[in-house]
Structures are given as C-alpha cells and as structure tokens.
C-alpha cells in the first residue's frame, strides 16, 4: 500500500552534513500517510528511533543524540520526508530508513511501512 525509497546516503567526514530524502508512494487510494519518521541501525546494534514528524509538519521529536543537530521535514505535495544532517559524528554511521503510518497513531514506535534504507558513513 505504502512504498517508501530512501536517498541521499554516502561516505561524509566528521562535521560534514548529509541530506537523506525518502519518496513516498501510496498504492491505494483510500490510503492516507499520517506520521513518517527516520529510523537507524548501525552494525551490530538494534534499530532505533531517529526522528519523527507529523502529518502537517507542525510537530517534530528528536532522540537526545541528534537534537540541535538533525532536523526532519515534509512536503507533502511531493510526498517526501527528508532528515538534514550537520555536525556529522562517526557515532553517526548506520543505515538509515524512512518509515511511515497511516492511521496518525505511531510515533517513535510501531511503524508499518519501511524503506530498504541508505547508507551514511561518517570517518573519524
């Protein structure tokens, strides 16, 4: 129903910035995309909560290790969330995915829909 594609990965020095772009595609038409949010998983480790924003864009949330650094954004007439990333930290390094819901209940938990996720490698 909901087809997600993650961009904007690669190989960055530490205090660099990325910018990932996720394109979203809804498959049937009584289908809507309420909240989207980025996950990470680095290796080794589980995947985890990385930012999430709401339908009209009006509420953000961050994990503590991002704030001030990452910021997520919308727009919702080319269907696409992206997560600007500055002050880059090896610690950093994960494979990032785009996730989204479509009944506004999820937040930092529970979302159905995945991309296949991009890399971002951040070298010390």
């Known amino acids: 129903q909901v087809q997600l594609v993650e961009s904007g990965g690669g190989l960055v020095q530490a205090g660099g910035s990325l910018r990932l772009a996720c394109a979203c595609a809804?498959?049937?038409?009584?289908?809507?995309?309420?909240?989207m949010a980025w996950f990470r998983q680095a290796p080794g480790k589980e995947r985890e909560f990385v930012a999430a924003?709401?339908?009209?864009?009006?509420?953000?949330y961050y994990r503590d290790s991002v704030k001030g650094r990452f910021a997520i954004s919308r727009d919702n007439v080319k269907n696409t969330v992206e997560l600007q990333m500055n002050s880059l930290k090896p610690e950093d390094t994960a494979v990032y995915y785009c996730?989204?819901?479509?009944?506004?209940?999820?937040?930092?938990?529970?979302?159905?829909?995945w991309g296949q996720g991009t890399q971002v490698t951040v070298s010390s």
């Open positions: 809804v498959s049937v038409r009584t289908v809507s995309v309420y909240n």
């Open positions: 924003i709401s339908r009209s864009g009006s509420m953000t």
């Open positions: 996730a989204a819901d479509v009944d506004g209940t999820k937040w930092t938990i529970g979302y159905p829909y």
